[in-house]
């Protein structure tokens, strides 16, 4: 019998199997890197040495990556992501390798890369806090010393309705954990879309605070060296007090 753990995994990669699913991530592959993303990969990632894609999906970052001289490994859930990744990538005269994994035990030695991305939110796909830690740690371990890993989330303060809801929903989960029902975390939800995919039913995710992510990170073993929201990167203008309430935040750690 699954765990409610090992059900919630399965949901996700569900979800993802759909074929409106896997149309919609290779269909974005076109758009390439968003503004904010390519901005904090210039910044802390160099083109020397191994990036490690997490959650690659169907190919969006890493092919972009590719074409502009980064040596790129990219990993996914979905098998058919990586297959239809690893297609287009072929259709596009890129090199670069895709495989099969899940970020809760890459099959890397350790200190194999230079850098490591964990875009497009899929740090949030993960359930349970401890198995997220679980992740970061993966990818600690299989970056070198002094290696970067970046990261977004959606901010669970971005907006007045997600803040009331939270606030409802994790009291009310509080009050069910000490009579023993065994319920959600803090900042869990359900989701029905992701992107404008139009598939069936709904899948786990969770919504970080800002420092949360800290938190999560730094008991991974990372040295955090800065946060941004989405705005503040394409505005080029720092505005810490507002930070949380993008929706969008990417966050650039380092191996010590």
Request: a positive charge; proline letters at 2%; one cysteine or more.
């Amino acid at each position: 019998m699954k765990s409610g753990v090992e059900k919630i995994f399965e949901e996700v990669k569900e979800k993802y199997l759909q074929p409106e699913e896997l149309e919609e991530w290779t269909n974005i592959v076109a758009e390439g890197l968003t503004l904010y993303e390519e901005r904090y990969i210039k910044k802390y990632i160099d083109k020397k040495g191994k990036l490690l894609d997490i959650g690659c999906g169907g190919g969006r970052e890493g092919i972009a990556l590719a074409s502009d001289g980064y040596n790129v490994f990219g990993i996914d859930l979905v098998v058919p992501m990586v297959v239809n990744a690893r297609k287009t990538a072929e259709k596009m005269n890129q090199k670069l390798r895709y495989s099969a994994m899940n970020a809760l035990s890459l099959g890397f030695k350790n200190n194999t890369f230079n850098g490591l991305l964990m875009l497009g939110q899929v740090l949030a796909f993960i359930p349970l806090r401890e198995n997220r830690i679980t992740a970061l740690k993966e990818a600690y371990r299989v970056l070198k010393p002094g290696g970067k890993i970046l990261l977004t989330t959606h901010s669970r303060n971005s907006h007045l309705k997600y803040r009331i809801y939270f606030f409802v929903k994790d009291h009310l989960r509080r009050i069910l954990k000490r009579f023993g029902f065994n319920t959600l975390e803090p900042g869990d939800r359900f989701a029905t879309t992701v992107g404008n995919a139009k598939s069936k039913g709904k899948h786990y995710l969770h919504m970080y605070s800002m420092a949360e992510t800290f938190e999560d990170l730094t008991a991974a073993g990372f040295k955090v060296l800065h946060c941004n929201s989405r705005k503040e990167i394409i505005n080029n203008k720092e505005t810490p007090n507002r930070r949380e309430d993008d929706y969008y935040l990417i966050y650039a750690a380092e191996k010590r």
